[in-house]
């Protein structure tokens, strides 16, 4: 029987667990290693940080969703991975010998500013970050993308003081007009253009000129790998994240899958591609079982986009599509908490 080892209870492992709940596989034994027992889901966080949602709504049971999947539940991180022994080892020292294994990790987030790792917050993990922006006046968040302004709309709904600052804009131009003018609609103090060249102790952010001091700096400046994968032994890519082909198995490793932010692929990291990794993922996993040759994934350049803005009003895209509004926000409620039921089912 081969034994299959899960990193991490990512999009895809969660798409793939909740599959595996409802039609198992069998031939393999499966084991799930993440840290949490209980995991918030990143698309209702700054829902729970705007007070839409209690936190225990927008998390869901890791532990019993593998117990679901008759998989076994190691609450551990990966701090090492060998790749060419076929050994994982786990936070608690432990190792953990595997015939095939699934990188489904995420991703941690980019800090090379300097200052950043000892001043800053990172977005992730989430659990840090709720407990970190309670009680806090005036909020600067790193970087204007997705998450940062997602985070800085949510904050000031709570009616937080909140300036974002944006080296550039990583949205399509229609979508980016849209953001711009919600966070201005709601007082969000939005710097774009303005790149932070460091922080110091105060917290004091130094962009060009200009410092401020804050009470606290949010970190949300695009994924980064997560550091053991460069020891891994896999083949990555020129920015360290896991190279795979269309079958999401390691180019270099073929018994080593990845999916979601952890691997390198063209489409932009976000958890609805990587639910899609998961799909796929999941036949895949039955092919290994059964012996059967693997499907490869096929790439959707254009992903739906729903960013929440605080209150109970969102802005969707795909492609060159956009709409906003109230009933989007509603559009998005109604998505997040069905994949919640799914993952939290039980049976
Ligand atoms: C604030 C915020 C809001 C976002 N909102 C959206 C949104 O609305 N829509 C969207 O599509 N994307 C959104 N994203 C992006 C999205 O969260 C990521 O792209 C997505 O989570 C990546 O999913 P994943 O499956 O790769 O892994 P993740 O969902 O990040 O999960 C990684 C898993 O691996 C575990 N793990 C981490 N390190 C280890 C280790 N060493 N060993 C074992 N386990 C480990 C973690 O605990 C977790 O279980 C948002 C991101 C942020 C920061």
């Given at each position: 029987m081969k034994r299959v080892l899960l990193v991490g209870a990512g999009h895809a492992h969660a798409w793939l667990l909740s599959a595996l709940a409802k039609e198992p596989v069998y031939g393999v034994r499966l084991t799930v290693v993440s840290p949490n027992a209980r995991q918030i889901y990143s698309a209702m966080l700054p829902g729970v940080i705007a007070g839409h949602y209690k936190r225990a709504e927008a998390e869901f049971d890791v532990a019993m969703l593998a117990e679901r999947a008759y998989a076994e539940?190691?609450?551990?991180?990966?701090?090492?991975?060998?790749?060419?022994?076929?050994?994982?080892?786990?936070?608690?020292?432990?190792?953990?010998?595997?015939?095939?294994?699934?990188?489904?990790?995420?991703?941690?987030?980019?800090?090379?500013?300097?200052?950043?790792?000892?001043?800053?917050?990172?977005?992730?993990?989430?659990?840090?970050?709720?407990?970190?922006?309670?009680r806090v006046g005036h909020i600067a968040i790193g970087g204007g993308g997705a998450a940062g302004t997602e985070l800085a709309m949510a904050l000031r709904h709570q009616g937080r003081e909140v300036t974002v600052y944006s080296d550039r804009s990583i949205f399509p131009e229609e979508l980016a007009r849209r953001v711009e003018r919600r966070l201005r609609r709601i007082g969000v103090d939005y710097r774009p253009g303005m790149r932070i060249d460091s922080i110091e102790r105060g917290p004091l952010v130094i962009a060009g000129t200009a410092r401020q001091e804050f009470d606290l700096v949010l970190w949300a400046t695009g994924p980064a790998p997560l550091s053991w994968l460069a020891s891994s032994g896999l083949r990555l890519d020129e920015t360290g994240f896991v190279r795979v082909d269309r079958a999401l198995r390691s180019v270099s490793h073929a018994y080593v899958f990845a999916s979601g932010d952890c691997a390198a692929l063209p489409e932009a990291?976000?958890?609805?591609?990587?639910?899609?990794?998961?799909?796929?993922?999941?036949?895949?996993?039955?092919?290994?079982?059964?012996?059967?040759?693997?499907?490869?994934y096929e790439p959707k350049p254009h992903a739906l986009l729903i960013m929440s803005c605080g209150g109970r009003y969102a802005i969707a895209a795909r492609g060159g599509?956009?709409?906003?509004?109230?009933?989007?926000?509603?559009?998005?409620?109604?998505i997040d908490r069905r994949w919640m039921r799914r993952l939290n089912a039980t049976k």
């Open positions: 539940f190691i609450p551990a991180t990966v701090t090492a991975f060998d790749a060419e022994q076929r050994v994982a080892t786990l936070s608690d020292g432990s190792k953990f010998t595997f015939d095939v294994a699934s990188l489904n990790a995420g991703s941690t987030v980019a800090n090379g500013v300097p200052g950043a790792r000892e001043y800053a917050v990172p977005v992730k993990p989430f659990e840090d970050l709720i407990e970190r922006v309670k990291k976000s958890g609805v591609h990587a639910v899609r990794h998961g799909m796929v993922l999941e036949r895949n996993l039955r092919h290994v079982a059964a012996g059967t040759a693997l499907e490869a599509w956009g709409a906003e509004g109230r009933l989007v926000w509603w559009w998005k409620n109604a």
